[in-house]
């Protein structure tokens, strides 16, 4: 079945440290790609999506690229800042309806 | 412009006693919604999602039970709790080319 597998944490940087957070899927079709974010005691926000192979979702400095050939969906942020930590969920969904997500990865970002 | 509560935004239960958490979505007319459970540390889980007034599919089995008595009004119960239903349970709805919407999120610890 559809499933996505993300990098464990907790994953701790410096602050203005560059972030990789792993994230490869397995469907059939041609899913839709999404990251959320899930700050302390809160609940989930997208933070950003892409819907077709080699497109990149993009916010708040977060990126992402959707790589069919590697069946990848991988966050990178340049530059971390404390306000950043947070719990990462790397999603898909082929029809907007039901989502499978992962673990989820939790980002320390230390001052 | 669409909104989705939840409430209560925490909850202590003792085993056995019954449990209701609501969920209502504003601004938009016949979503699909949806329960996710995540346990401590891990990921989120699926439970319940609805298409429609009374249409409602369940993903695992266990204590818990959905129902949608009105359009944008989903409700998860449980007649007796038990400790392993503790949590952190999200609602969410979906938008077609947009994905998932959460609610603030209802933690609940059974003691």
């Known amino acids: 079945g559809d499933s996505v597998t993300q990098m464990e944490g907790p994953v701790t940087l410096s602050e203005e440290a560059f972030l990789t957070i792993n994230c490869t899927y397995t469907?059939?079709?041609?899913?839709?790609l999404f990251w959320y974010v899930q700050y302390p005691g809160e609940g989930l926000q997208l933070l950003l999506k892409a819907t077709k192979a080699d497109d990149k979702g993009s916010n708040k400095g977060f990126e992402a690229t959707y790589r069919k050939e590697t069946t990848s969906f991988h966050l990178e942020k340049g530059s971390v800042q404390v306000s950043d930590s947070a719990v990462y969920f790397c999603?898909?969904?082929?029809?907007?309806?039901?989502?499978?997500f992962g673990s989820g990865t939790k980002l320390n970002v230390k001052p | 412009s669409q909104t989705i509560h939840q409430w209560p935004a925490t909850l202590v239960q003792p085993v056995g006693s019954p449990l209701s958490l609501e969920c209502t979505v504003e601004g938009t007319s016949n979503p699909n919604l949806y329960w996710y459970r995540q346990a401590a540390g891990r990921g989120l889980q699926l439970l319940f999602y609805s298409v429609g007034i009374g249409q409602i599919s369940s993903e695992v089995p266990q204590n818990l039970s959905a129902s949608r008595p009105q359009d944008r009004q989903f409700i998860l119960s449980s007649k007796k709790l038990l400790l392993s239903d503790s949590g952190f349970y999200l609602c969410?709805?979906?938008?077609?080319?947009?994905?998932?919407?959460f609610g603030s999120g209802t933690r609940l610890t059974v003691v």
């Open positions: 969410a709805w979906s938008q077609p080319n947009y994905g998932y919407t």
């Open positions: 469907a059939t079709g041609y899913p839709s």
């Open positions: 999603a898909l969904s082929k029809n907007f309806n039901k989502f499978y």
